[in-house]
Structures are given as C-alpha cells and as structure tokens.
C-alpha cells in the first residue's frame, strides 16, 4: 500500500479496503508530487526535518515566527502558565493573562486603541473587526449600513466572512454565491504603475477608487473598508505611501465610512514600527487587527484594537456579545504576553528597521545581478520580490510554469524555506516574501542573501535552458 506521506495519490478508487487512516494536513490539499519536507525541530531562525537537513525560516514561516522558533523565555512563560490554568471561557469568566496582555498590548499600540479583543487567529479577528463595525452602526441606528470595500488584491483570510473581503477572484468563483462578496477596488500596486503616473498621481488616483465606489454602492450603506497596509501573500508586499493613506482616511471621513486596517502580517513590528500605522499619525485607523506575529507560532492568537470610546458606547446600547470558544484563553494570552515582552525588552523595532534597510539593499543588488528579479518592494522586514522574464523591458513569466513553486522548491533544495503563494491565478505576478524573523543578524541575512542568489542563478539557468527566458 502506498504511503499517506508520501504527497502522490494515496489509494486507487478499487483499493479502497486498504486506505490507511489519518495522514498530514496536506492529503486534503491538490495532488502533487512533490515531497513537503517532515520539521521535526525548530531553533532560533532555523528548522530541521527527520533527515537532519537544516533549513533557513527565511520568511518566519508564513510571516508569523517574528522571534524566531523555540525562544527560551517564551517557552518557560508558557510551561508556568500551563501548570496555573490552561482555559476559562471568556464569556463566564475573567483570566489574568487576558487582562496583562490586554494592558500590554494596548499601550504598545497608543491611543485609539484602548481595547482588545482576543480570537485564535487572524480570519477570525478580520470576521470579529466587521461585526464589530456592523453592530455598532446597527446599535446606533445607522442600520442601512452593511456593504463592504476592500482590495484587488488582497487576502484577509479564510472563514466566508474574511474571504468575502479577500480580493481573489479564484475564491470568489467557488465561494462567490454563498456569501455576500466586498466591493472591490483596485489595490495601489506600486510595480504596475502606468508610465505616464507620477507616484503622487497614482496614489491620488487609487484612493479615487475609494470615493466612486462609496458613491456606486450608496453613501448611507457603506460600514468599512478594509486594508492591509502593507500587502502580504495576494500583492507581495506593496507598500503604498503616507499620501494614499492619508487620502483614505480624508475619504472614509467624509462619508462615515470605518476604516479597518488588517495588520495581520504587518502588525506587532514586523514594518520596525509595532503597527505600521504608526507611521501615518493623519491616517490612523478606526480598527485594527493583528495576528501572526502576536503569537509568533507559539499560540493561536489573534486581536481586534478598537478605541475605548466605541466599545464603551457599544457596550451601554447591545454590547458585542460574540464569543468564540478559545477567546481570550489564558495560555495563549500568556504567551503573546511573552512574546511582546522579547519585541519590547529586546529592541526588535530598532533590529527590524536597520536589518530591514540592510536586506532591502541587498535584495536590491541581486535585482541588478540577475535578469528575472522583476521588483524589490516592501517596508521594514516584510520584503518581497517578483519573479519575471525580463526586468527591463518588462516581461512577465508564463503562467503555466508555476514559478513559485518552481522558486520555492528550488530554495528549498538550498536550504532555504520562503513563503509565497500565486494569488488571482497570478495574473498581478509572481512575488516571495523574504521576511525573516525580526531579530535576524547580518551574519544570517548574508546566508539568506547567499541562499536566494544560488536560487535565481539555477531557476535563471533553467528558464534559459527551455527557451522561456
Ligand atoms: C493580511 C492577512 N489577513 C488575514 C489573514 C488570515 O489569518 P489566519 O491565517 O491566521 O486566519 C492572513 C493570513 O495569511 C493575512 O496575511
């Protein structure tokens, strides 16, 4: 019998007597034969697989390991916390960790954001962030208010109420009639600026978007727009400017409009500002939500800040009464609080920014190295690049090569994991995220460095081999 490991097909339809039970999350996922690798064990910015190979975590995983794997501090703050108490539902009870984490992570995240609310991950924060929205228009009798503005492309997510945010038009092929889908307007994508744009104009152009599509929908019946204000797996980190976000919240204003910023990827530091909101103090958010880094692998942890006013508001008229089971639980609070402890006693912020400027340039170098590095983009440590055929003139890789993944296995073959996925059927290209953890060293950027250089060398080599390039 053929083995559930092994990523081909597991059974023929007439072997069905002899299908082995279980097998890794991925016999759910297409068909395919290549083999993902068996972690056995992570430590700092490296994993090793059951054969011993090691591998550099050259994104954090998928952007969520920001301090690295087996953190001894995080670790002891979890076993302490395991021995106390594990669980208490948050809808019958009060934790301690709740409150420290709440404490912690508010002040950290300035004002405006004086309350959090604590969910397993980033989909259900983004689902909690536009019930929020939702009930409190609705407690405040703006009841008209349900329609919903987001990005082409973007990712939020994957419970039906985050991809109806999410701008991928392969999700919404399947999901698409179930769910009520966002309006969507095209994302600020800085790499296919038109010739003729400035990138004042372009910005200025792409925030328009936002105010015709108010307009369409019905002024009265938007609640939010959501955002990411830096891109992540759906865009490859296109990171548009103060002014666009300065134009969006100007817009949200006028028509009553929530502005919800997903920081899922982008938050807890990973832009060397603990929100990258931070940056622009004309175009805060009203909600944000976090995620990912928060809990850093090591907790399922997600968060939705809002500001004091609206909760205590909301709190007095309906309150917002939606409790998943694992709210708030005590272990993973403990944990972020932990995790937030090493961002904050260890000078992450400042590590990001200058390791962030450093891999910038140095990515920056092997786009004039090399023919298929398309575009370097993104802010702090959540950098991306784009694969193509040609970077000057322009030309995109066929779709049908699957370049990602092609890139992907062959980093992997280095020794070297990196996170991307296509989005949109990769009609918007072909981008890695090159985003380690946010106390990476110089030392261990070179290696990224050394790594990712031997993997466009061999894929360009490749490319040239069939002719593609
Ligand atoms: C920007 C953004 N929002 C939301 C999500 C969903 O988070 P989760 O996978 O924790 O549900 C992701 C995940 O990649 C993300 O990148």
Redesign the pocket.
Known sequence: MMSIKNNSKPYQDSQLTQIEFGGAQDVFYSWSNDQRPMIVKGEGIYLWDEQGNKYLDASSG???CNIGHSNPNVLRAMQQQAQELTFSFASSSRNLPNIDLAKKLTELAGEGFERALFV???????DMAIKFCRQYRYATGEKKRNKLISCLP??????LG?LAVSGDPVFAEVFGEMISMAHKIPAMMSYHRPDNQSEEEYSLQCAKYLEEKIIEVGEDSVLAFII?PV????SGAIAPPELYFNEIRRICDNYGVFLIY?????GTGRTGEFLTSHLWPDARPDIT?L??GLGAGYA?L?AMLAPAALVDELSELTGFNYAHTYNASPLSCAVGSAVLNEITQNGLLENTRNMGLYLRDKLGELQNKFTIIGDVRGRGLLLAIELVASHSPRKYLPLDIEAIERFKKLAQLEGLLIYGRRSNGGIYGEPLLIAPPLNVTIEELDLIIEGLAKTIGIFEAELRTNGII
């Open positions: 998928p952007v969520t397993s991950g980033g989909s259900e924060a983004v973007s990712y939020h997510g994957m419970t985050a990411e891109g992540g797996s759906s997903d920081e899922v990827m982008s939500v995620a990912k399922h997600g």
